[in-house]
Protein backbone atom coordinates (compact mmCIF):
# COMPACT_ATOMS: atom_id res chain seq x y z
CA UNK A 1 0.00 0.00 0.00
CA UNK A 2 1.25 3.33 -0.82
CA UNK A 3 0.45 6.93 1.22
CA UNK A 4 0.70 10.25 -0.47
CA UNK A 5 0.04 13.50 1.45
CA UNK A 6 0.34 16.74 -0.20
CA UNK A 7 0.74 19.95 1.76
CA UNK A 8 1.38 23.35 0.89
CA UNK A 9 -1.58 24.90 -0.71
CA UNK A 10 -3.14 28.10 0.33
CA UNK A 11 -4.39 31.61 -0.77
CA UNK A 12 -1.92 33.23 -2.82
CA UNK A 13 -2.17 37.01 -5.23
CA UNK A 14 -1.72 36.53 -8.79
CA UNK A 15 1.85 36.53 -9.69
CA UNK A 16 3.07 34.86 -6.04
CA UNK A 17 4.55 31.42 -5.39
CA UNK A 18 4.00 28.46 -3.68
CA UNK A 19 5.88 24.77 -2.94
CA UNK A 20 3.75 21.91 -2.37
CA UNK A 21 5.32 18.87 -1.36
CA UNK A 22 4.29 15.23 -1.31
CA UNK A 23 5.23 13.22 1.31
CA UNK A 24 5.29 9.40 -0.13
CA UNK A 25 5.71 6.39 2.11
CA UNK A 26 4.82 2.46 1.80
CA UNK A 27 6.55 1.70 -0.90
CA UNK A 28 9.85 2.23 -2.39
CA UNK A 29 9.34 5.77 -3.41
CA UNK A 30 12.68 6.31 -5.82
CA UNK A 31 11.67 3.26 -7.96
CA UNK A 32 8.54 5.12 -9.56
CA UNK A 33 7.78 8.29 -12.09
CA UNK A 34 5.65 10.66 -9.92
CA UNK A 35 3.35 12.99 -11.15
CA UNK A 36 0.78 16.13 -9.96
CA UNK A 37 -2.16 16.68 -11.52
CA UNK A 38 -4.64 19.46 -10.63
CA UNK A 39 -8.87 19.64 -10.67
CA UNK A 40 -10.97 22.92 -10.53
CA UNK A 41 -14.66 22.82 -9.20
CA UNK A 42 -16.21 21.30 -12.14
CA UNK A 43 -13.53 20.34 -14.57
CA UNK A 44 -11.79 17.15 -15.44
CA UNK A 45 -9.23 16.31 -13.69
CA UNK A 46 -5.89 17.26 -15.72
CA UNK A 47 -1.90 16.86 -15.94
CA UNK A 48 0.41 19.22 -14.55
CA UNK A 49 3.92 17.86 -14.58
CA UNK A 50 5.93 14.60 -14.04
CA UNK A 51 9.41 13.22 -12.95
CA UNK A 52 11.21 10.07 -13.76
CA UNK A 53 12.20 8.23 -10.63
CA UNK A 54 16.13 9.47 -10.98
CA UNK A 55 14.31 12.94 -11.09
CA UNK A 56 16.63 13.31 -15.26
CA UNK A 57 13.30 13.30 -17.09
CA UNK A 58 10.49 15.83 -16.07
CA UNK A 59 7.49 16.19 -17.85
CA UNK A 60 5.12 19.36 -18.53
CA UNK A 61 1.73 20.43 -19.68
CA UNK A 62 1.73 23.34 -21.83
CA UNK A 63 -0.12 26.09 -19.51
CA UNK A 64 2.51 25.42 -16.53
CA UNK A 65 5.91 24.99 -18.58
CA UNK A 66 7.85 27.91 -17.95
CA UNK A 67 6.31 28.65 -14.32
CA UNK A 68 6.04 25.44 -12.74
CA UNK A 69 8.95 23.21 -11.52
CA UNK A 70 8.09 19.88 -10.72
CA UNK A 71 11.69 18.19 -8.21
CA UNK A 72 12.12 15.18 -5.96
CA UNK A 73 13.82 13.96 -2.91
CA UNK A 74 14.59 10.34 -3.06
CA UNK A 75 16.24 10.49 0.53
CA UNK A 76 13.12 12.01 1.69
CA UNK A 77 10.43 10.06 0.19
CA UNK A 78 8.99 13.34 -0.98
CA UNK A 79 7.59 14.92 -4.53
CA UNK A 80 7.45 18.97 -4.81
CA UNK A 81 6.35 21.42 -7.45
CA UNK A 82 7.49 25.01 -7.33
CA UNK A 83 4.73 27.00 -8.61
CA UNK A 84 5.76 30.77 -9.78
CA UNK A 85 3.85 33.35 -11.29
CA UNK A 86 1.09 31.59 -10.74
CA UNK A 87 -2.53 32.80 -11.93
CA UNK A 88 -6.29 32.93 -11.15
CA UNK A 89 -6.72 29.87 -13.90
CA UNK A 90 -3.72 27.67 -11.83
CA UNK A 91 -6.52 27.42 -8.80
CA UNK A 92 -7.63 24.21 -8.26
CA UNK A 93 -7.03 21.20 -5.64
CA UNK A 94 -3.67 19.82 -6.58
CA UNK A 95 -2.43 16.09 -5.96
CA UNK A 96 0.06 14.12 -6.14
CA UNK A 97 0.27 10.43 -7.70
CA UNK A 98 2.48 7.42 -8.18
CA UNK A 99 2.69 5.89 -11.34
CA UNK A 100 1.95 2.81 -12.36
CA UNK A 101 4.76 0.78 -13.64
CA UNK A 102 2.70 -2.22 -13.74
CA UNK A 103 0.33 -1.03 -16.53
CA UNK A 104 2.13 1.71 -18.41
CA UNK A 105 0.80 4.43 -20.22
CA UNK A 106 1.40 8.12 -21.02
CA UNK A 107 2.65 10.01 -18.28
CA UNK A 108 -0.09 12.73 -19.48
CA UNK A 109 -2.84 10.43 -18.71
CA UNK A 110 -4.41 10.20 -15.24
CA UNK A 111 -5.50 6.92 -15.85
CA UNK A 112 -1.19 5.67 -15.84
CA UNK A 113 -1.59 6.65 -12.29
CA UNK A 114 -2.50 4.35 -9.30
CA UNK A 115 -2.04 5.74 -5.91
CA UNK A 116 -3.66 9.25 -5.55
CA UNK A 117 -2.78 11.60 -2.59
CA UNK A 118 -5.60 13.46 -0.92
CA UNK A 119 -5.32 16.70 -2.50
CA UNK A 120 -4.17 20.38 -1.13
CA UNK A 121 -6.25 23.49 -2.33
CA UNK A 122 -4.63 26.23 -4.04
CA UNK A 123 -6.04 29.55 -4.35
CA UNK A 124 -4.81 32.21 -7.04
CA UNK A 125 -6.66 35.75 -6.40
CA UNK A 126 -6.64 38.53 -9.06
Known amino acids: QVQLVESGGGLVQAGGSLRLACAAS????????MGWFRQATGKEREFVAAISWSGVNTYYADPVKGRFTISRDNAKNTLYLQMNSLKPEDTAAYYCAQYNSYTGGSYYSRGSYGYWGQGTQVTVSS
Open 26 to 33: GRTFSAYT
